[in-house]
């Protein structure tokens, strides 16, 4: 697969798990109880976020593959490579902090259960982007 196939294919994944957040998230706001709110607004706000990034994602990737003609799409391979993986380690790094932010504020913002929830919210959207991250920039080694 070429580099913008697998681009493409990474932001429809991130596209997919971004409408589940949300999605998610609107269940979980109809479930009786501040855990289950926290969790929600959780879901629901990485949700929009990882929406944005992977539409102007792919409006970038869209953008710049139509000024390429074949041979300079094929030139820009290895380079589009490295720089997509890059990004990816970079953002396995955050994503590491995410779950750390989200375990801490379960763990000690608590025992209000909104504030369980909000990090166990923080904590699941973090772990998802790891694996995200994480699984999509070996695949590019």
């Known amino acids: ?10 932001t429809r994944r991130l596209t ?10 609107a269940l979980s706001m109809l479930l009786v109880g501040d855990f289950w709110r926290g969790m929600a607004f959780q879901f629901i706000g990485w949700g929009f976020v990882n ?19 074949e041979a300079q799409k094929k030139a ?12 990816l380690w970079t953002n396995a790094r955050f994503d590491v902090f995410y779950m750390l932010g989200g375990a801490a504020v379960a763990r ?4 209000d259960p909104f504030w369980v929830g909000t990090g166990i919210g923080i904590f699941i959207q973090g772990t998802f982007l790891l694996l995200l991250d994480w699984l999509h920039a070996r695949t590019l080694k």
């Open 16 to 25: 997919w798990w971004a409408w589940a957040s949300i999605a998610l998230g």
């Open 76 to 87: 820009a391979e290895p380079q589009e490579t490295r720089n997509l993986a890059r990004l």
């Open 51 to 69: 929406l944005g990034i992977a539409y102007f994602g792919n409006v970038n990737l869209q953008r710049r593959v139509s000024q390429l003609n």
């Open 108 to 111: 000690f913002i608590g025992p």
């Open 1 to 10: 697969m070429d580099i913008w196939t697998f681009h493409t294919t990474l």
